[in-house]
């Protein structure tokens, strides 16, 4: 018996339909003990090129840094945003670079970092 190439084999499965070719690949998943699963999640990303990046939705917003002749107005800008009370907001704000909050939509940290910076902070979103 001959060896089958894989030029043949590609060519036998461009012919089937996709069922044919679904009921393929559960046989071989059954004979070799495998799922497609992992290949199948990673191939609307390798299809739309890879270097195109889903649109993030969720942020981390960051107090990087503030005027230390505006410390106060900063503290009430952080106590604002983060329901903190007095001492925990201080130590926040005097131990900067720290996390404001996490899995904010984008128009809240937008929003948020607005506030810091008018309070005389600087923050980022990530």
Sequence with gaps: MAAITQDQILDAIANMTVLEASELVKAMEEKFGV???VAVAAAPGAAAGGA????QDEFTVTLES?????KIPVIKAVREATGLGLGEAKALVEGAPK????GVSKADADELIKKIEEAGGKASKK
């Excluded at 503030?66 to 505006?70: G, L, R, S, V």
Aim: proline share 0%; charged share 40%.
């Design 35 to 37: 799922t497609a699963a």
């Design 52 to 55: 195109a990046a889903e649109e």
């Design 66 to 70: 503030f005027d230390a002749a505006k």
């Design 99 to 102: 996390v404001l909050k996490e």
